[in-house]
């Protein structure tokens, strides 16, 4: 008896051993994945300085940014910077489906605000999940320094004024994408001088 309750713990360990591997696998695999959503390299503009630091939570998550060049608009850029509630694989697919479709409303020219409720008619109508999702927008038109942005309930992003040093939250009216159809969003405006400063950035 001793001898057969031990081949049985044994068998069941090998098993739970194997399990754990089968999903560490799972996890890297989706961990490339969605690193490869992300963008390679950081956009060359002259005048400007571009940097990302990003640090999932656990081996996948839910947040998000991307760089688009918005052709035949002066050489707009887009930024964009999203989070998706929850952690893990499942917040790493709605990541990626919610990344394709605020990306695919950017490059079609509309501005900061449409682009976000364009996304959120897409993926309500694509979406069966509980699942909600913040993102800012926004579009720099280099030669000028205006950057003109949206934010869909994601955190405020600082503008560090380099003359005076002030720091400021640029605040926009916006709710959380992915859970109603009629959201209300507004695009606001800022101008960069030499040495001033944005930092978007995800809780």
Same mark, same amino acid.
């Given at each position: 008896a001793n001898q057969a309750a031990i081949a049985i713990e044994t068998a069941r360990l090998h098993s739970e051993d194997i399990k754990r591997l089968r999903m560490e696998q799972e996890l890297d695999i989706g961990?490339?994945? @969605?690193?490869? !959503? !992300?963008?390679?390299?950081?956009?060359? !503009?002259?005048?400007?300085?571009?940097?990302?630091?990003? @640090?999932?939570a656990r081996q996948v998550g839910g947040d998000f940014y991307d760089?688009?060049?918005?052709?035949g608009q002066d050489g707009k850029l887009g930024l964009i910077i999203g989070d998706v509630s929850g952690k893990g694989v499942p917040a790493a697919l709605f990541m990626a489906m919610c990344r394709t479709n605020i990306r695919a409303a950017v490059l079609s020219g509309r501005s900061p605000s449409e682009a976000l409720k364009r996304a959120n008619?897409? #993926?309500?109508?694509?979406?069966?999940?509980?699942?909600?999702?913040?993102?800012?927008?926004?579009?720099?038109?280099? @030669?000028?320094?205006? !950057?003109?942005y949206a934010n869909g309930g994601h955190n405020?992003?600082?503008? #560090?004024?380099?003359?005076?040093?002030?720091?400021?939250?640029?605040?926009?009216?916006? #709710? #959380?994408?992915? @859970?109603?159809?009629?959201?209300?969003?507004?695009?606001e405006q800022i101008e960069f001088a030499p040495g001033d400063m944005l930092i978007l950035y995800a809780d």
């Open positions: 961990r490339q994945m @969605q690193r490869s !959503l !992300l963008p390679a390299e950081y956009p060359l !503009l002259p005048g400007y300085e571009f940097g990302v630091l990003y @640090q999932a760089f688009c060049r918005v052709r008619e897409l #993926i309500l109508n694509d979406s069966r999940s509980d699942v909600f999702l913040t993102a800012v927008c926004a579009l720099l038109t280099p @030669q000028t320094g205006r !950057l003109t405020k992003p600082l503008f #560090i004024h380099a003359a005076s040093g002030e720091v400021r939250e640029l605040a926009a009216r916006g #709710i #959380i994408l992915s @859970q109603f159809e009629d959201v209300d969003l507004e695009d």
